[in-house]
Each structure stands twice: as C-alpha cells, then as structure tokens.
C-alpha cells in the first residue's frame, strides 16, 4: 500500500486547511453567534441582552422583506438553473459544432467578480437608462419597459435572473461531469432494447445523476443565501429597503446602521436557514433512496 | 518511487507550515489582536511642548475617501507643504472610501492598531473616545493659544465630551444647501426662489419642460443635505432632545408637515424619475452635465461647480422658507464638519506626539487655510485673505453672508446616533422614492429611537 494513504500522514497533510478553515469559518461563525446575543456599535464593549435581538427580528417588517425576497430569488433561481443548467449540461454534452466554444461562453459569467455583475446589469436594466427599456421603447413595445430594477416589486425576480445568468455555466459544468461518468454501455443497452432518447433521459440519465443533482441543489441553495455583490450593486438593497435580502439587510444593519449584535442575529439565522433547507432536501433524498 | 516521494512530501508539509507561521506573524492575517484594547482613560498625562526633535519620525494620516490627492486636494497639499516644512517628519496618508474607512476605523480601533491622526464622523468619534480610543487633546489647545484664537469655538466646542475631554477638532466647516444652475432658471424666466411656494412654481414650469429640479441619488443614502436643513426650519432643534429622551415623538405636526412638503415637491416631479437607481456621484455629473436646475450638496462640489460651463452663474442657496415653518426660516447651515481625532497611543509616544502637534498647528495655520482656499474649500479658522467672489467658493460665502441668516450649532444627523441618523435618511428619500407616506416616514424614525 502506497504509505500515503496512511491516516495519520492523511490527517497530517489536511491539517493546514483545517486551521485555515476553522480560523476564517469556524471561528468567526461562533464569534456571530456570540455577538447575536448583544447590543454592539462595533466600540467599546458588547452588551449581552440575550434574545432581544432575535425577538426583533419576529417583528421586522425590514427583516420580513429580506427574507421574503431571498425566498423568491431562491425559487427562481432553483427552478431557472436546475431545469435549465441540466438541460444545457444534455445537449452540451451530445457531439455538436461549437460545444466547446458554447462551454466556455456559458461558463464565461462565472468568472466575471460578482461586484461587476451587478454593475453590467445595472446598465442594462435601468428603468431610465437601461438597454432593455431603451431597445423596448424604440420598438414601440413601451407597454413592457417596467420597474425591472428600483421599484417595489419587480427586483427579486430579476435578482434571480441574474443570478442564473451568473451561475448557469458553473452549475452546467458540473452536471456535464456528471454526464461524461454515466457508462456509455448502458445507452447501448437500453438503445438495443428499444429504449427512445426521452426513456434514456428520464430512466437512466436522471437516476444516474442524483448526486450530483444533490451537489447543484446544496450549490444552488448556498448560493442564493449568500447573494449580496449583485443586489448591491444593482440597487444597495433600496428603494428603502424594498430589495434587501438577508445579507445585504445584515450588511447595513452592521455597518450602517451600526448594530452589530442585532446584524449578527440575521446572519446566525440566515446559517440557519440555509443548512436547514439542505438537510431538508437531504432527507428526502435519503428517504427515496431507503424506498 | 515512493522512497524518492517520501522526502519530498515532508519537506512540502514542512514548507507549508512556515509560511502559515510566516503570515501569522508578518500580520497579514491576524486573527487576534496583538495589543489589548485601550479601556484605560485618555491620557491624562500633559504632553510637554518641547521643540520638534530632529529624529526621524513617521506619522499616519487616515482620510475618509479612497484618492487623497484628488478627493481631497487642499488636505493632500497641506501634508506635502508641511512635509517640506518639516523635512524630519514624515506623514503617511491612507484614503479608503467613507463607509469602509468608518468600518476600518472601528475595527482598528478593537485590535489597537489605528492610525496616528484621522477622520471620523461625530457620532462614532464620540463613542471612541468615551471608550478611551482617542488621545486629549485639551493641553495640545492650551499650550497653542494662537491655534485656538483662530478657529471659531463651534469648531472646538462640538468635540467635547462632558468631562471636557476635547477629543478632536473639526477639520473643515461644513456647509451644505442646494447649488443652483442659472442658466437653466433664466432660460425658462425663473429666478433663484425663497419661498416653498415660489419653489413649487420652479417645478411645475422646469417639470413641463423636462428638466429635473433637484438632482438627487436615493442609493447614496446620506445625500440629503437641503432637507436637513429644511428640518431646521420646522423646529427640529427645539424638539429633538424631547424626542431623544422619549418625551415627545418624532412623528409631531410639524414634523408631517415638513415630510408632507417632500411628498409635493416629488408629486410635482421635483426629482429625477430614476432617483431610487441613482447614487450621490450620478446626480453630481447630472448636474455638471447641466441636465439638473439644482444639486443637494455642500461646498466641496465648488471646484466642480466652478470649472463647469455655468460655474459663473452658479449660486448657492440654503433652500425656502415655510410660511407654516416653526421658529426662525432663515437657517443657513455652516457647522463643525468630522474632526481630526488623534488615537490615544500617539499621547504615549513623545516624539510621535510632537509630530502630530506640529501637523496640528500647521493644518490650523493661516499658510495651510491659504492652501485650503485655493483648492476652493473653506477653512476652519477665520480667514482673512481674499476669496474671488466670482469663484465657487465665493458663491457660499456669499449664501453665508447673507443678513440675518444663522446657522445651527451642528447638523441634525450628527447629533443623534448613526442609526438614528440613517432612519432619518431613510424617511426622507422614502418619502422622495414614492415608498413611504410621510407619515409612514415618521414613523420609521420613532420606530428606530425606540430601538435604541
């Protein structure tokens, strides 16, 4: 046996990325919950004032918008990237012209910082001075240049949008892996057997990719919890607050607004919305797999 | 194969462990801080006022926007002359934008590495120094009487805790209003209003011919200078302490009728219909561009206003009276801007000490205001040179010497915490957006001095 594989030299070897991991992550996680249960203005000393922060919470109607815009763009986005990231991921996958070049077009947006997203589509969707409304109005389509990005409703949605557009050639990428590890025989097999492209896809593609079907869910999941550059730059949370999700709500009430103890409490509960949503999709996925 | 592996992958194990201590220990990613806080007093000690020892003494300067050189020219020239002055002192400037340098600030201030001298603003800046971050600077004053004489008492007074604990000096007078296109007005035959009313007027007649009253960016929240002044007029600081102290609520008659006024002015499309996509620079460049009859700002756009191609016609206004105003409706608005503070561990440090007094009494010269006025700004001290009336500077000192107009002792936002400070922010351009009603507006506000 190659004496690599050996746990202490394994434990060894991983223990750099551990102290790294449990100093920026682990650590810092445990400091946010401790400051959830204080009044901080980031001078001076901390004072503990134990659940009031998260009682607050429960009668924020600005923390109540936040979480009901990171809902939508979660749901968007959900829907948006695993259909159509996995449907790109199939045909990417079949021997086209161009696959290669398409791949890496649709992948180019991952790349490109998040910060600078928002500040292309800004351009683009400004209600006043965007491309869209401006390509709409000239086409005598006025009826549907609407409030994408600055009114009262409209944001979230075209949050999630842009978040697709952003993440679409990461999450595509990984179901083609996915894709490139189904063995080729199998296609074979049930080709001989009769069996047409639609019973290959839902029959043997689909069950065969459920892990990493769970992988793009957990990314997608985290991902959505975690936006912040895009809707910053887009709209810094406005007009008043209106398009505020969890994490910028949490990054102005800490900053700005200098509460650090109650910017705290949003973010403990945004961890713990998020690893609730996994290990709820986690379950059900175990379940059907005991059945 | 694997004896040749062996050696090679402890020595990369052993590689990458040094360099994890090396980053701990060069600081670049110090998790803890090295020092304790200082929860000791300020320094209380006297600072001698000794001559400028001759050794070679480096001190930091913190300022509040990422380009010194050009966001902020006359402090930028200030330290190279006073560098040439004083060729044994070097001062090191560091610009980070205002919300990360307040942020930095604090942070800096927890794990004891903060700068020599910098900006703050004055809600924070007290909370530093009641917590024992910053140095005194009460001996630095009396042992420089000649500073004191030349700076107005307001710009001293407004920095001092209750013990008298003078904890820093405002390092430019703030004056903010409305700056006025002329140009535009007397194309369509109007002129510079008074009056809300008059105001209203200029409105409906620039609405009917497309052009934006007030350029405005509600994504740069604290761009509501005019209105803070407007406040003022509706007794703002006649009733704030009551408020503050729960006896009274901010959400009062003449409050709403203030909020109300905002409420008209966007009805009658005052402000750019993208205001709430809009940060504070745009509209600036809106108005430069001349595409704006007017700009919510203060005297550090004067350069600007000044080098554009209606500078010469350009005014300065404190914004209109209120015929249903409260109290006196001739408010102009020149008060303490955020002070230089000093941190406290300069006070341990003599020659350090010296060296930031002497920069000190250098910035609050009458050589450093001349350098000041030339880069178009005000100084803080009284200034007896000669300003080009023509200028844009000359425009507010203009708008400041107008009879009977006075100003407050501070701007209503620096007198309340900075959460309140943002609800205040956040009424007024909820209201300007269309998002709140005013009296949704007000209550905003109460809501967040309850919090407190």
């Not at chain 2, 009879?403 to 915490?417: A, G, K, R, T, Y």
């Amino acid at each position: 046996m190659f004496w690599l594989s050996k746990k202490h030299i394994a434990i060894l070897l991983m223990l750099p990325a551990l102290l790294l991991y449990v100093l920026y992550i682990i650590i810092p996680i445990i400091m946010a919950f401790f400051y959830s249960f204080t009044k901080f203005s980031g001078i001076g000393e901390p004072e503990f004032v134990g659940l009031k922060n998260y009682a607050r919470l429960l009668k924020d109607p600005l923390f109540l918008v936040s979480l009901k815009n990171t809902f939508i763009i979660l749901a968007v986005s959900f829907v948006l990237l695993l259909v159509g990231s996995f449907l790109l991921a199939v045909l990417l996958n079949t021997k086209i012209k161009g696959a290669n070049a398409a791949k890496a077009l649709i992948f180019s947006p991952a790349i490109i910082a998040p910060i600078v997203v928002g500040l292309i589509w800004s351009f683009i969707l400004d209600p006043y001075t965007g491309l869209i409304n401006m390509f709409l109005e000239k086409g005598g389509l006025d009826f549907l240049a609407l409030k994408w990005i600055g009114g009262v409703t409209l944001t979230p949605y075209v949050v999630g949008v842009v978040y697709t557009w952003q993440v679409l050639g990461f999450i595509t990428t990984i179901f083609i892996a996915g894709l490139k590890l189904i063995p080729q025989n199998i296609y074979e097999a049930a080709s001989i057997d009769g069996a047409n492209p639609r019973q290959e896809l839902f029959f043997i593609t689909i069950p065969m990719l459920k892990q990493t079907f769970l992988i793009n869910v957990v990314l997608i999941i985290t991902g959505c919890f975690k936006i912040f550059e895009v809707v910053f730059q887009l709209t810094g949370g406005g007009p008043n607050h209106l398009s505020e999700v969890l994490v910028t709500y949490m990054y102005n009430t800490s900053f700005q607004y200098s509460e650090y103890g109650y910017g705290m409490s949003i973010a403990v509960v945004t961890f713990l919305l998020s690893i609730m949503f996994f290990s709820v999709y986690l379950l059900v996925i175990m379940k059907r797999k005991e059945e | 194969m694997k004896k040749k592996f062996k050696p090679l992958l402890w020595i990369l194990v052993l590689v990458m462990s040094m360099s994890l201590v090396a980053v701990f220990s060069s600081g670049g990613c110090k998790p803890v801080a090295e020092e304790p806080v200082a929860e000791e007093p300020v320094a209380e000690e006297p600072v001698a006022e000794e001559p400028v020892a001759e050794e070679e003494v480096t001190i930091s300067l913190a300022m509040h926007v990422a380009n010194v050189e050009n966001q902020e020219p006359a402090t930028y020239a200030i330290v190279q002359e006073f560098m040439k002055n004083n060729p044994n002192i070097t001062v090191e400037i560091q610009g980070t934008e205002t919300d990360e340098h307040i942020k930095k600030m604090k942070m800096m201030a927890a794990s004891g590495t903060l700068p020599d001298v910098f900006w703050m603003l004055p809600p924070p800046a007290k909370e530093m120094a009641e917590a024992g971050y910053l140095g005194d600077l009460t001996e630095f004053l009396s042992n420089n009487e000649d500073v004191v004489a030349r700076i107005p008492a307001n710009m001293i007074d407004a920095y001092k805790l209750d013990d008298g604990t003078q904890y820093g000096i405002a390092y430019q007078p703030l004056v903010t209003g409305l700056w006025v296109n002329n140009d535009i007005l007397g194309k369509y035959g109007l002129q510079v209003p008074e009056t809300f009313d008059e105001l209203k007027e200029v409105v409906k007649t620039l609405k009917e011919n497309d052009v934006v009253t007030i350029a405005k960016g509600a994504k740069s929240p604290f761009s509501v200078w005019a209105f803070l002044i407007m406040i003022c007029r509706y007794g703002y600081f006649d009733k704030i302490d009551g408020i503050l102290a729960g006896e009274a609520s901010y959400n009062n008659p003449d409050f709403l009728k203030f909020y109300q006024k905002i409420d008209e002015l966007r009805e009658l499309g005052a402000f750019p219909e993208n205001v709430s996509t809009l940060d504070y620079f745009q509209a600036v460049e809106m108005f430069m561009a001349g595409n704006a009859a007017m700009l919510d700002a203060g005297v550090w756009e004067a350069p600007k206003v000044e080098a554009s191609e209606f500078g010469v016609e350009a005014s300065f206004w404190f914004g209109p009276t209120f015929g249903d105003g409260v109290g006196n409706q001739k408010v102009s608005m020149a008060v303490p801007a955020a002070p230089f503070v000093v941190s406290a561990s300069v006070m341990e440090d003599q020659a350090k000490a010296n060296a930031v007094f002497e920069f000190l009494k250098y910035y609050f010269s009458d050589e450093a205001a001349d350098i000041i006025v030339n880069s178009q700004f005000l100084p803080v001290i009284k200034y007896s040179g000669e300003i080009d009336t023509t200028s844009g500077l000359g425009k507010v000192l203009e708008a400041l010497g107008k009879p009977d107009w006075v100003s407050p002792p501070n701007q209503p936002d620096l007198i309340v915490s900075e959460a309140i400070g943002n609800a205040m922010y956040d009424s007024i351009y909820g209201v300007i957006n269309g998002v709140y009603t005013p009296e949704e507006a007000l209550d905003i506000v109460d809501s967040k001095i309850a919090e407190q």
